[in-house]
């Protein structure tokens, strides 16, 4: 499905994000970088209380937390 609108790709990226924050809390051997525009994952033998911290913020984001108006693109996409 071919999505015209820029900000399905937005909202999807950030439900995305938070889903792989949660997946990379269960591993053991990832640590986290960020240049303030992205965050990286990469393997590494020990992890780091920074990236432990981010990896903790991501994942408590809940959907609910989103604006209201990308709550309601969510809702509009998942009901099409």
Request: with cysteine; charged share 35%.
């Amino acid at each position: 499905m071919c999505h015209n609108d820029l900000s399905y790709y937005q909202t999807q990226a950030r439900i995305d994000l938070i889903a792989k924050a949660k997946y990379l809390l269960q591993e053991k051997d990832y640590k986290l970088w960020t240049d303030g525009r992205r965050i990286l994952a990469y393997h590494s033998e020990e992890r780091d209380e920074e990236s432990m911290r981010l990896l903790k913020k991501i994942a408590d984001i809940e959907i609910e937390d989103f604006p209201s108006h990308i709550l309601e693109k969510i809702r509009n996409i998942w009901e099409n």
